[in-house]
């Protein structure tokens, strides 16, 4: 019987601190009332035990204990790593909507 934990997938957009990764949520929803579609993205804190995860990838997080005072998820699985160019392209692409 699996257990009860919240599962996520998003994509990794920062790797900067030691065992830990910034995994980006998207959700596409419609409005309730005018039926538009709207994006909204959430950021949640996950442990990266290895430090192996590069920018870019695909992960599932799952609940877990609270870690640390923002970090509350484990990286359960990586589904998708990018490819070297990829990797630099993803970093660039954050860093210049960071600036905006």
């Known amino acids: 019987m699996p257990n009860k934990r919240r599962r996520l997938t998003g994509r990794v957009v920062s790797d900067k601190m030691d065992k830990t990764v910034v995994v980006e949520i998207e959700v596409t929803t419609a409005h309730k009332l005018y039926g538009k579609v709207i994006r909204r993205?959430?950021?949640f804190l996950a442990h990266d035990e290895s430090n192996a995860i590069p920018v870019g990838s695909m992960v599932r997080i799952v609940e877990s204990r609270p870690l640390s005072r923002r970090k509350r998820w484990?990286?359960?699985?990586v589904l998708d790593r990018?490819?070297?160019a990829e990797a630099?392209?993803?970093e660039i692409q954050h860093e210049l909507d960071a600036e905006e």
């Open 82 to 84: 990018p490819t070297e």
């Open 74 to 77: 484990v990286v359960e699985t």
């Open 88 to 90: 630099v392209a993803a």
């Open 41 to 43: 993205s959430e950021r």
